[in-house]
């Protein structure tokens, strides 16, 4: 009686633990609506070969679950924000999502509701990449990735401009492509590194020269409710944002907690040693409690994963990744360490609600993989992060000082 008691017993268990198991299932990924879209705005025909290559990515199978990916549910807790758009095929995140983490600074700070410029902040962050690659002797990055704390050094140093006075869209575009852009200034700084002419203002005449042939030339002056503004007065007399109010909180293992390091990605180009560096819990605290108290923040990390559904647009950690108990600061440091958790894009946190037990996040995004269903949907533009997805796999987010006062001050 006892062997078939015990036998019954481990049977269960085995159901149970069957039952939470994942499961994984391949899926053809190519290019969706919106993203053929970008690509005819900007002339991109593919050949007809590249159209019949579809790839097949491993994701979780998230068919049959119920899942909080309804913008309804997070409605009472969402900080105002601007609508979502489009980045296009330019790399540019984690300018994307800070502007958009600014714009709603304004409107919590002031109440004024504005449409800042992406696109003024690019173009100077290329001025200062292409200064940086001349002082350091061609020993510096020069691509289209940064970090969210590249948006508020550039608003310090150049300050900022409404949308209306700079879109950087040109002959009727509707979506951005920098790829040529890039390219082509790339090619430049390599032939200056090859023929060891360092000369800085003949480099940043000619990285600006490109730029305004794809962008045109950003304003010196411009109007705002019947006054001329400057970009760095628009920043301090009309938007009164105080960036050194703005902070970077980091959570990994492989620098010293409490205290300020430097992100050792590759988007952090200019080897910024401001990151606030904290324990896993304490990370996780810190983004739950900004959000609760009205702190929307600018969040950076991994979307390459099976868990990451395009479909759903919901992101969660599956089973066969590790399970939610296990995830700790040691599983968080073995993937970046090992180069399955990136420093692949950056959005806006802008919501939270709690469903069947768990945290999840209401984020705002600017790339194609959100823009998977119809447009005139209200989740179009959003994903959903289950709280286990942050704590494994988004690694900083930008957020004003007093959100995270408690943790600042054990600094």
Known sequence: MYKLVHLIAISLIACTVSAQNDKGVFKEYAPNSFMKMILQDNSMVENKDEEKAVDKIFFLDQSGMTLPNKIALYKSNTIWHNPTISQGRAGSCWCYSTTSFYESEVKRLSNKEVKLSEIYTVYCEYVEKARRYVQERGNSEFSEGSEGNGVTRIYKQYGVVPNSAYTGLLNGKKFHDHSQMVDEMSTYLKSVKQRNDWNEELVLSTIKSIMDHYLGKPPLNFMVDGKSFTPKTYLNDYLKLKMDDYVEILSYKQEPYWQQVEYKVTDNWWHSKEYYNVPLDVFMTAVKNSIKNGYGSSIGGDVSEAG??????????????????????????????????????????????????????????????????????????YYFFHENYIKLKMMGFTVHKDAVKDVLKKF
């Open 308 to 381: 990451f559904s395009r479909t759903t647009n919901v992101a969660l950690i599956p089973t066969f990744d590790i399970p939610g108990e296990y995830i700790d600061e040691d599983a968080r440091q073995f993937r970046f360490s090992n180069g399955t958790t990136t420093d692949d894009h950056g959005m806006h946190l802008v919501g939270y609600t709690e469903f069947e037990g768990s945290t999840y996040y209401l984020i705002k995004d600017s790339s194609s993989g959100s823009r998977q269903g119809e447009s005139d949907s209200p989740e179009f533009g």
